[in-house]
T-cell receptor, first 112, second 114 residues
């Protein structure tokens, strides 16, 4: 079945450090891939998405490239800020049925 | 333009009671999805509804859980005879179409069963 595997957390970084959160997926066909962010006490917010192979999603300095050959969608940011502290979820949507499959989430804490 | 609204935000129930969680989708959205987030886990799909229809309930537990999305009013997720294992955050999402794309999430209802 469809699934998403995410890098285990928690991750703690110093401000301005480089961030990578790994995400790989298993799915039939050509799913769309997403990163959602959840700030403490809030719901999920869409961070970025990519709908086909080699697409790059980007937003707020975060980027992720849809790599079909490695079935990956790793999240990166060149210089993290304290305000980026949150839980990040990788997800896929296989179009059929329109349900999302989420990874377990990676908690990021950025310290000044 | 109000986002997805859920209420209550926090709900405490004793074992054996019923829990009712409400979700009002974004304006213009007729597709609603419920997800459950257990502690330390990601969100798990429960059910997908359109107005007055259940489209996919493959993630719903077979007993005690039900969902509806009536013609008028919010979508309701109902849990009968709650048990401690039902304690979780329940998120609702909505979308404008059935095509794969963005689902807009509400802030969630955190259910605690004592």
């Amino acid at each position: 079945g469809d699934s998403v595997t995410q890098m285990e957390g928690p991750v703690t970084l110093s401000e301005e450090a480089f961030l990578t959160i790994n995400c790989t997926y298993t799915a039939t066909g050509y799913p769309s891939l997403f990163w959602y962010v959840q700030y403490p006490g809030e719901g999920l917010q869409l961070l970025l998405k990519a709908t086909k192979a080699d697409d790059k999603g980007s937003n707020k300095g975060f980027e992720a490239t849809y790599r079909k050959e490695t079935t990956s969608f790793h999240l990166e940011k060149g210089s993290v800020q304290v305000s980026d502290s949150a839980v990040y979820f990788c997800a896929l949507n296989r179009h059929t049925g329109n349900q999302f499959y989420f990874g377990t989430g990676t908690s990021l804490t950025v310290i000044p | 333009n109000a986002g997805v609204m859920q209420n209550p935000r926090h709900l405490v129930r004793r074992r054996g009671q019923e829990a009712r969680l409400r979700c009002s989708p974004m304006k213009g959205h007729s597709h609603v999805y419920w997800y459950r987030q257990l502690p330390e886990e990601g969100l798990k799909f429960m059910v997908y509804l359109q107005k007055e229809n259940i489209i996919d309930e493959s993630g719903m537990p077979k007993e005690r859980f039900s969902a509806e999305f009536p013609k008028e009013g919010p979508s309701i997720l109902r849990i009968q005879q709650v048990v401690r294992g039902d304690s979780a955050a329940y998120f609702c999402a909505s979308s404008a179409t059935s095509d794969a794309g963005e689902q807009y999430f509400g802030p969630g209802t955190r259910l605690t069963v004592t």
